[in-house]
């Protein structure tokens, strides 16, 4: 099976050792990845920008990172030179993930920000949790991507990671919202995480949640809606800080394999999720890259570097032609 | 404050090392507690009931240990040896929690032996979760109880560790239902497990759930009601099994502090909950004693052995007098 350009729209490399340990797992999956900017310090200012982005370029080859900034209020001055260089700015609410304490703690503060965005039609990507009960966080949240897509009607905001499924629904009501969805908000339930032993390897925020959830966000995904996008949010984590409770699932060496079983037979809706949703949805106008899936039994790697990724040790029935 | 023979109603000693460790936390603040048999092997014949109760007698003073037994296909010759010294029998469906992988696959194998508790007048005591979504197993399990309850109408059943708050409910339709209540369970959330950092000390089965429930147990424990009692379901692990995803909360340092703030002001109905309506319930025939809780900062203890308490090192507005 070929897949034509594949883009992992959400994915998270940290820096220095981490960054080349689990680089080489997405550039041999994907030709493109959004690269999330909640480095400490963030991603918010040109030459951290280009720095980031410099560090990527030198450990991969034939791969575009689309760069996203952290939120802050940027100037119109700021935008006007970073726009041509970014895809989107990432929104986190303050303290609610990995590295965003510095996030922001009231909508209304950065609507002059999404004003500029809005005008020089740059994306707003959202990580959309409200400070409710874990369970609720999502849901809740769903009025503030209501109010932001009646406020900014042109501005197009993402919404991140759905683990929820009733936020899909939103989808449909207003034009300028779009979602990613992540392999393990796909395929795995809080029952993975806690309904035998704890693991913290699929602790995650938003965390996984119901079975309903799962089948809902499934049968969304399969019926191949056109803003329903992938996005791992595959997000490495040394297994020290995963026992202390670190918030992430690196779940970036099983993406395709996973995905070709979960598609089975269906390459069509596949090539859209995995990235003519997206090219079409933000006009990425990007170097196209083929990627080939050979069906032949492939085990996913029990380590990488510090990391213990997703699925550790489980065996599939398809194989990235160019496995690491 | 004085409270008359406090009785905790579920309690994990373990054995040896752990045992000799985390006792004194239970002897301190209890004159009595239930004893649960998930050793491995389980407490199932009058050797090992006589030997544990023994190791229990012999790390205690003023304490009476009221022995439980693990399910299994007991015959009506062993069970009249045994029902003298027993206070009643625990069923685990099959792999559920700790060490319960010797449970009960089918409740209809063992309605001979519930036939004969029933004849001899031993109480049920029962780990209620179904093998369904971790969240729903509680519910799930409602209806074993009812079918208990009705199958078996002279049987006194407790539904332990309620931590779903619709069975509560069920003790008003069914006389012969009880219900005890943890620490954890009455004043902490899946917020406090996931909410945050993932924090496996506080990760337990069943687990511990919505806000909604917390404030429906509240609401029953705080009414009085007479079926319910208090039973910790403290349960050691030593702190890399923790880190492992063992399920369990240690919780025996502080629990009638934390009861103490939680009941403040209404001694009656915290009398009630931490021993009267246990031994009203059961005719349970104590040694009476009194133990006294003073009004005086306390902090919890960090470490006990090798296992971190529940709310280690926090500080609390009462202190058992003989604190440990």
Redesign the interface.
């Known amino acids: 099976m070929i897949l034509n350009t594949p883009i992992d729209m959400h994915l998270h490399l940290r820096e220095g050792k981490i960054l080349k340990d689990v680089i080489p797992y997405t550039t041999n999956q994907f030709a493109a990845a959004v690269i999330m900017p909640n480095l400490i310090p963030p991603v918010d200012n040109r030459e951290k920008l280009e720095s980031y982005k410099a560090e990527i370029l030198e450990n991969s080859e034939n791969f575009t990172p689309l760069m996203n900034l952290f939120m802050r209020e940027y100037t119109e001055e700021e935008l006007l030179d970073l726009s041509e260089d970014i895809f989107a700015i990432k929104l986190y609410p303050a303290g609610i993930t990995t590295n965003s304490e510095n996030g922001v703690k009231s909508i209304e503060a950065i609507y002059p920000v999404l004003e500029i965005m809005q005008e020089l039609d740059i994306p707003l990507s959202v990580h959309g949790e409200t400070n409710g009960?874990?369970?609720d966080r999502e849901r809740e949240f769903g009025a503030v991507y209501k109010k932001l897509a009646i406020d900014f009607p042109k501005l197009k905001v993402i919404m991140e990671h759905v683990g929820t499924a009733d936020l899909l629904s939103l989808l449909d009501e207003y034009e300028n919202l779009y979602a990613t969805v992540t392999l393990h908000h796909l395929l795995l339930?809080?029952?993975d995480?806690?309904?035998?032993?704890?693991?913290?390897h699929y602790?995650c925020k938003p965390?996984i949640k119901?079975?309903k959830d799962k089948m809902e966000i499934q049968k969304f995904v399969k019926s191949g809606h056109k803003k329903i996008m992938f996005g791992s949010d595959s997000a490495p984590h040394p297994i020290k800080n995963k026992?202390?409770?670190?918030?992430g699932v690196f779940s970036a060496p099983v993406i395709l394999p996973a995905l070709a079983e979960f598609f089975e037979g269906d390459n069509e809706t596949f090539q859209k999720f995995i990235s003519d949703n997206a090219r079409e949805n933000f006009n990425l106008n990007l170097p196209e890259r083929q990627v080939e899936l050979i069906e032949e039994e492939w085990i996913a790697p029990y380590i990488v570097g510090d990391i213990k990724p997703m699925w550790a040790g489980k065996k599939f029935r398809y194989k990235v032609k160019n496995a690491v």
Chains 1, 2 share one sequence.
Do not use: E, H, S, Y
């Open positions: 009960f874990v369970l339930t809080l029952d995480v806690a309904g035998g032993m704890l693991n913290p602790f965390i119901t079975p026992l202390k409770g670190a918030a």
